[in-house]
């Protein structure tokens, strides 16, 4: 009798309040400067474009076996293949930033990257991060990116 009425509680409970799964943010990097945007999650899907920029950082919004479906800085979704990607370190700028010569305002300023510019990370302290960037490379206080900034 019990049982019955903890089963009937249980059922009628995801009735009520139904749950909704949720992943955390998750961003990845493209690994390869060739990589196919499927319209499903397997390679017998037509391909809907082709990204052709290494390093553009990308959101997963879901998961399907070795696919995941992504959504860019522009809002293009598509699925992508998982040994088609890597883990995160580059962001893209949403407005234009000074490039510092240490992690301090107070430093020299090198030069201004500009918005919808890609930039690469090397190691990040609090909101400040060390670009890898060739033209040149310095500190970035990061506020206004798209992406996730490494731990």
Known sequence: MYLRILIFLVIYSFFIF??????AEEFVMLKNSKVNVRYGPSFKY?????YLK???????????ENFRRIVDHKHNSGWI?????????SV?????????????KFSEPLAIAEK?????????????CETTND????????????????N
């Open 18 to 23: 139904p749950s909704k799964i949720t992943f």
């Open 46 to 50: 037509p391909i809907k474009y082709i």
């Open 54 to 64: 290494k390093n553009l950082p990308i959101k997963v919004i879901d998961k399907k």
């Open 81 to 89: 293949h998982t040994s088609q990607l890597k883990k995160s370190s």
């Open 92 to 104: 893209i700028l949403t407005k234009n930033q000074y490039i510092f010569s240490k992690p301090t």
């Open 116 to 128: 919808g510019k890609l930039i690469l990370l090397k190691k990040c302290k609090n909101n400040w």
């Open 135 to 150: 033209n040149p490379s310095g500190w970035m206080i990061f506020e206004n990116f798209w992406g996730k900034l490494p």
